[in-house]
């Protein structure tokens, strides 16, 4: 509605000819004289915290270093189950295959439901770690009475287990919830929540002609952690309960972590509740 001809001046001092004198004008005046760069504010992250520091970067697995040096950890103590209850007469071949198993239950199974490739398969460094860890128990059998002996020791072991086993469980989970498709709510209930707790425990139910005898006394400590892991990570980032925290999956897997880390230390040192009968007699001939 400005005539090409006419100039409007950036100086606020300067008046406008009387034709342009009218509402819609000076409001347009207005603006030009007070118009101002607008200044974009950064949104920072209240709990940003939580996940800015060297410990948690570390516990949710940050680095791929990181993750390798715990998955040594981890299957380091898979293979010290396996080795202390073999039979003496057990063949090379039945350890390694077990610790493979015991290192990847979870990892089988939950990829064979959701149509995927089971890890064992789709990453070579699990192997290489099971390898590495195998040889230490194979032909450096005194490691395993350095686990028993050293308090220092079993908490690194320890620590490194929970974590990788955390990780599992948060990974299958989020897995798991985009792959259902949903069928009751608006996003999958159920199906994560297995998925993520057999993730963490699936190792319990290998070989598979154990069937459903490592829950006939009760679900052991790893496995009722996994299912309340699993549960709580999944409704937190399923729900409005995540709604306007910033980088709501990396803390989701901090507190599971940590909770896990936490337990499994209770459970190492023997600061743990009452155990099951089965969890009992494991623990006198392990003494």
């Not at 209240?46 to 993750?67: G, M, R, V, Y």
């Not at 995927?116 to 040889?135: E, K, R």
């Not at 400590?221 to 709580?232: C, E, K, Q, V, W």
């Amino acid at each position: 509605f400005i005539s090409a001809h006419v100039n409007i001046s950036s100086n606020a001092n300067e008046t406008l000819p009387f034709s342009l004198q009218n509402p819609a004008i000076m409001v347009l005046k207005k603006l030009l004289k007070n118009i101002k760069k607008d200044k974009i504010e950064e949104v920072t992250d209240p709990t940003a915290w939580l996940i800015d520091n060297s410990i948690s970067q570390f516990i949710i697995l940050h680095t791929f270093e990181i993750k390798f040096m715990c998955l040594l950890g981890y299957t380091y103590f898979a293979g010290y189950k396996v080795f202390s209850y073999a039979p003496a007469t057990a063949s090379t071949a039945y350890k390694f295959v077990n610790q493979v198993l015991m290192s990847t239950g979870g990892g089988i199974l939950v990829p064979i439901f959701l149509n995927g490739t089971p890890v064992p398969l789709a990453y070579d460094y699990y192997i290489i770690a099971i390898l590495i860890t195998f040889g230490i128990h194979h032909y450096c059998p005194v490691m395993r009475d350095v686990y028993k002996l050293s308090s220092v020791f079993k908490f690194v072991i320890t620590v490194s287990y929970e974590i990788i086993r955390a990780g599992v469980v948060c990974t299958m989970t989020a897995a798991a919830a985009k792959k259902i498709p949903p069928s009751m709510v608006s996003f999958p209930l159920f199906g994560p929540i297995i998925c993520g707790c057999i993730g963490g425990c699936g190792a319990a139910f290998f070989p598979l002609n154990k069937g459903l005898e490592p829950i006939k006394d009760g679900l052991a400590s790893p496995m009722f952690t996994a299912l309340l892991g699993a549960a709580g990570y999944h409704i937190y980032l399923s729900t409005s309960l995540s709604e306007g925290c910033m980088n709501a999956p990396k803390k989701a897997h901090l507190h599971v972590v940590s909770f896990f880390i936490l337990v499994g230390v209770l459970n190492a040192f023997g600061l743990n509740i009452p155990r099951t009968k089965k969890e009992v007699s494991v623990a006198k001939k392990e003494s």
